[in-house]
């Protein structure tokens, strides 16, 4: 039997402690039908939890245990009044393509009094919400989480921006959302459009839509998630985000695009809906599930089925690594964790990875399991510079 695509998304946002009540509920339930083990215990065994030396590993017990958490922390919430977050222990699950698997927990792996090869200690922690935002007037607005900021237009509490669901019939202004290296942030638009912004990214967008005219916005670079207002609900108005090298057309949808500046392609993945993707007349149409992936040096435009959590888990607090090299991994990490990696044998950036991370994870932990499996020998931490060795 095939794991459900929710079921699988659930269980992930468990192990990264992103999962909302209901959707422990949900897990609870679907754990309850003995006819649904055997894929369970498959699919936790095949892609989490397997003991660190390899031995006596027993999928049952594991599987019990972690059971007996939901079926306790669903108790707790319940006496909590029905909050809608469980808070659980840190946990970060890797599991890397050659065949062995492990996992970290607080107490996992990580011995007290290990030392960890460094010339310089530095604390790098990882990202939070923070951007900088650029009004129509030129004015700079530091946003960061703890703060609360109001503008003519918009309300911030720090994790995201709210702008006032208006339409104008004249030029709106336009406002310029810059989340840097460590950072991540979520606007909502005036048309009630979300956008979740990954590190180092950078949206333009108008403070208002003109009523009955297309929508408009640029993914200048970098990373977002867009969950598209329908354009049922503005007459018709569709919606359109463009970036230098290519256009997407929607009009009512959730989809991902990745386009960041030093990468030569451009990934644009459908959740829901229908989009077109444009590139100097190049188009190509996508399906739920499926992304496009253009070369902007041929400008190129490919389509492939894909498993779309893999592609959009990181606005949940988790990245899914599947068979990629060891630099994606980096590349990925240090824009998150605002760090410079550099592989002093370049052969280590190709051994391919399967893994799962929690974003709130510490640098050192994810590096020192690295180590624990014999991927590197060594490494430095040089202030905010990572040399594997």
Do not use: C
């Not at 059971?67 to 599991?95: D, V």
């Not at 444009?278 to 599930?289: A, D, I």
């Not at 893999?310 to 988790?318: C, F, T, Y």
């Not at 510490?362 to 991927?375: P, Q, R």
């Amino acid at each position: 039997m095939k794991l459900d695509e929710n079921i699988e998304h659930i269980i992930i946002k468990y192990f990264s402690k992103s999962a909302s009540f209901e959707e422990l509920i949900e897990l609870t339930e679907w754990l309850n039908d003995e006819s649904n083990y055997d894929v369970f215990s498959e699919f936790v065994k095949t892609n989490y939890l397997i003991d660190a030396n390899m031995l006596d590993f027993d999928i049952d017990t594991e599987k019990g245990k972690i059971l007996k958490r939901i079926k306790s922390k669903e108790k707790f919430i319940r006496n909590k009044k029905l909050k809608s977050i469980f808070k659980y222990a840190a946990i970060l699950i890797i599991f890397i393509s050659v065949g062995s698997y492990f996992y970290v927990t607080n107490n996992s792996f990580i011995e007290a009094g290990e030392e960890i090869a460094t010339e310089t200690q530095a604390i790098i922690k990882p990202g939070s919400d923070k951007a900088t935002l650029t009004l129509g007037d030129g004015s700079v607005v530091e946003l960061e989480k703890g703060s609360t900021i109001t503008t003519q237009n918009a309300n911030s509490n720090g994790e995201k921006i709210v702008y006032q669901p208006t339409v104008g019939n004249q030029k709106p202004r336009t406002n310029v959302l810059t989340i840097p290296r460590g950072g991540q942030f979520h606007v909502v638009l005036a048309d009630g459009t979300e956008v979740w912004l990954n590190s180092e990214s950078q949206l333009k967008y108008p403070v208002t839509f003109i009523e009955g005219q297309t929508r408009q916005v640029e993914l200048v670079y970098g990373e977002a998630y867009f969950d598209v207002s329908p354009s049922t609900e503005h007459q018709g108005a569709k919606f359109k985000v463009f970036n230098q090298s290519q256009e997407v057309e929607v009009l009512g949808t959730e989809f991902n695009i990745k386009a960041y500046k030093d990468e030569t392609n451009i990934y644009t993945t459908l959740v829901e809906g229908k989009v077109l993707v444009n590139s100097e007349g190049n188009n190509q149409t996508l399906k739920p599930s499926q992304q496009s992936n253009l070369s902007i040096l041929d400008k190129i435009i490919s389509v492939k089925a894909v498993n779309v959590q893999n592609e959009i888990a990181w606005k949940d607090g988790v990245f899914i690594f599947k068979n990629k090299p060891l630099r994606d991994i980096m590349k990925t990490i240090s824009r998150w964790y605002d760090v410079v990696v550099v592989f002093e044998n370049e052969d280590l950036a190709e051994i391919p990875f399967r893994g799962v991370l929690g974003k709130d994870q510490e640098i050192e932990e994810i590096l020192s399991v690295i180590k624990t499996f014999s991927v590197i020998e060594q490494y430095q931490i040089n202030g905010k510079t990572i040399i594997l060795k």
